[in-house]
C-alpha cells in the first residue's frame, strides 16, 4: 500500500484509487495504511470487479516480472484502461539484471567495475529467495518466482493489444559502497549501469 498512500497524497483532486494483489495479508496492510482507497484480492490477470475502459491509469511497481502469464494481464489492462489511458510500469532492467543470469564483475586490467550477462534472450524461471540472510540463519526458506523475458517479449506482447510505449526511463541504484578499496569503483558502476526500467505504455484506439 505504500505507493498508493504516495497517490493519494499528492493528488490535487479526489481519486477513486483501486488496488489489487494476490497477498491477503499485504493487502490487509494497505487497508489499514489506505482508508480511502479499495482494495480487491485477487489476480491482475482477472480484473473481473472493474468494469471496460473505466479507468485513466494503471500502474505496477517491481511486480510484472513475477506474473507468469503476461499477455493475460496485458489484455486485462488493455480493457480496463480508457481510451488513451496509460499503464506505468517498473520493472528490473531486463538487459542487465537477469535473476541468476548477470553479475557484477570486476576487471583488473580496465581497473573498472561492470556488468556481466550470461544469458539474455532465453526466457527464464526462476526461483528466489525471499530472505537469503534469514535462510543462512536456519529460516524456513520462502521462495518467489520471478520471470525474465528480453525486451522485444514485452513491445511485441504489448502491441498485439495495441498498447505503445510512449516513454521509457533506466534508473540506476542510489546505494553507496562501505568503505574499501574497490567503493569508487563500484559506485561509479552503479551510476552507469541501470537495474531498474520505468515504461510508460499508451493504449491506443482499437
Known sequence: GYFVGQVLSHAKAEL????????KELLDIAK?????AVFTHTTASKLSHVEDHSIDLVYSVLALQNMSDFEAVTQEIKRVLKPHGRFVAVINHP??????QSDWYFSNEKKAQGRVVYSYMTPQKVAIDMHPGKTALGAVKQETISFHHPLQFYVKALAKYNLGISRLEEWISH????EGPKKRFEDSARKEIPLFMCLEIRSFIS
Open 16 to 23: 477513486d484509487v483501486q488496488g489489487v494483489d494476490i497477498g
Open 32 to 36: 489499514d495504511k489506505n482508508p480511502k
Open 175 to 178: 546505494k553507496t559502497s562501505e
Open 95 to 100: 538487459t542487465f539484471r537477469i535473476p541468476k
